[in-house]
């Protein structure tokens, strides 16, 4: 059975997925960061693309058998990142070439509390009785 036609496979797409399907119900506006990259994380693993996003799938070469099925499925999973953020922060990724870059990128912009924000935010625990 072809690759892409092997619904257990990581390139399978559905033929009702498209790039405007959300994953997640509310789009990612640059807060919250830890709760939309769960959000995406459920949607991406129940679409088995998780490999994708976290590295465990290299991108091929473009002369690797698997490659156009592997270009499709990042542009498709591209398309759902880009679909589940508020628009001026899909803009900042939108020339990013792979599925995985974008995550890494979001993920070093957002994904990192400063130590500033820690302390604050463990002063108001501190102070919670």
């Not at 997925?17 to 459920?42: A, E």
């Not at 099925?69 to 939108?94: D, K, V, Y």
């Amino acid at each position: 059975m072809e690759l892409t036609q092997d619904s257990y496979s990581v390139y399978f797409l559905h033929p009702s997925d498209n790039t405007g399907m959300k994953l997640v119900t509310t789009p990612f506006s640059g807060t919250c960061y830890g709760n939309w990259k769960r959000s995406m994380i459920i949607g991406l693993t129940a679409k088995n693309k998780m490999s994708f996003i976290d590295g465990t799938l290299a991108k091929p070469a473009a002369t690797d058998d698997t490659y156009p099925a592997w270009s499709r499925c990042n542009s498709m999973i591209t398309g759902w990142i880009i679909t589940a953020l508020e628009p001026q922060i899909a803009s900042s990724i939108l020339y990013v070439d792979t599925a995985r870059d974008i995550g890494i990128d979001l993920e070093q912009r957002f994904g990192q509390a400063s130590s500033a924000q820690l302390y604050a935010l463990e002063h108001e625990v501190s102070q919670i009785s």
